[in-house]
């Protein structure tokens, strides 16, 4: 009986690393023999591993150019690798690591460098970039992920950041809630051209619209990063031509930009006939609102349509993007201040007793279950 060890490689390998087995740095074999040549231009065939980064062995790769099949990747034998992902994108998360940060490093971040995270054994379904100290991260999300659990790690990933950057690879259907919740996602992929993988950045509008365009066309502001799509305002990043675009750059809104976990707020009370004041798309609710070191006072909260309608009985802290704008024309029924926020945080009973000024409503006594 012959034994694993003894069984050839027959497997088509199209991506590997050079420089070593834990290298990020990807190469992609071209399929067609014409490109074999022009791929292996001042590269040796000694210069392939099966990176770890891959999921791979990290033993050395072969390069097979063949004229009546596809040319791959063969390794060497004996043959113990468990590899499962040898397509021509098993690699982009190496691509797009490599990509952002030469990106960043235009972007003054001369020493970002990426990191992998794993999904089960296998490395590569995020791409962290942690920026200013950690203060700011940019995740790229390539796995597929639960829209539940995905929202619990954005929680945690938002607390310990200033501001938490998201990108949506190609297999990830998250995207559409970050339209509904921001109104826009941004996306990334790979292409094959040539002898490389090429990273674009598209930008996904509602209606599942998406603009792609290079990295080279994009920046990156406190705000986040801003795509040939998109604009920034005193509310946020918005798609271009979008209502609060337009208000932005017609009639610029006085408002201010604050900082998460320093305005808390309960008793939140939908208001379901209300537009938002700026046109910023979300859900509308009144609520006793209390700026850290502040008094308690009446505001008007937009919270985006995705998001968990707040409990009134509970303590919220506004997190992502939190913006204070005065409302003008305002009257009995209408607060003097509109909040805005992409996130919120429900505070437990710890922490709810350091904003001393709010007082959450109890049930009623017809919603209160018997004991």
């Not at 590997?16 to 014409?34: K, Q, R, T």
């Not at 995740?139 to 619990?152: D, E, F, I, S």
């Amino acid at each position: 009986m012959t034994s694993f060890a003894d069984l050839e490689d027959t497997r088509k390998v199209q991506t590997a690393v050079i420089g070593g087995e834990g290298s990020d740095d990807p190469v992609f074999l071209p399929y067609d023999h014409d490109e074999f040549d022009l791929f292996l231009r001042g590269r040796s065939r000694d210069d392939f591993f099966c990176g770890t980064l891959l999921g791979g062995c990290g033993k050395k790769l072969s390069a097979k150019r063949y004229t009546k099949k596809k040319c791959h990747f063969a390794h060497r034998p004996p043959v113990h690798c468990r590899r499962t992902a040898n397509g021509e994108s098993s690699a982009d998360h190496l691509y797009i690591g490599q990509a952002l940060a030469r990106w960043l490093a235009r972007q003054n971040h001369r020493q970002a460098k990426a990191s992998y995270g794993m999904v089960g054994d296998h490395p590569g379904g995020t791409v962290d970039f942690r920026l200013s100290g950690g203060r700011q991260l940019i995740r790229v999300q390539m796995a597929r992920l639960g829209l539940h659990p995905w929202r619990k790690e954005a929680e945690g990933l938002a607390r310990g950041a200033d501001h938490v950057e998201w990108l949506f690879g190609p297999d990830s259907m998250l995207a559409f809630d970050r339209v509904e919740s921001h109104g826009y996602a941004i996306r990334v992929e790979c292409r094959t051209v040539g002898v490389t993988r090429e990273v674009r950045i598209g930008t996904q509008l509602p209606g599942s619209t998406i603009e792609w365009t290079t990295l080279e066309e994009c920046s990156l502001t406190p705000q986040g990063i801003v795509t040939p799509g998109l604009v920034p305002t005193p509310q946020g990043i918005v798609p271009r031509g979008s209502a609060v675009a337009t208000a932005a750059t017609t009639t610029p809104l006085l408002s201010f930009a604050l900082a998460d976990d320093t305005v808390a707020f309960t008793g939140a009370v939908p208001r379901a006939e209300v537009k938002s004041p700026t046109a910023t798309p979300g859900s509308v609710y009144d609520a006793d609102i209390q700026p850290l070191g502040s008094a308690v006072t009446r505001a008007r909260i937009v919270l985006p349509h995705a998001s968990t309608p707040p409990n009134p009985s509970r303590v919220y802290a506004l997190r992502e993007r939190v913006t204070l704008t005065p409302i003008d024309g305002t009257t009995a029924d209408t607060p003097a201040w509109l909040l805005t926020a992409a996130q919120v945080r429900r505070l437990d009973a710890r922490e709810a007793a350091a904003w001393t000024g709010l007082k959450p409503p109890q049930p009623s006594a017809s919603t209160a279950r018997r004991p």
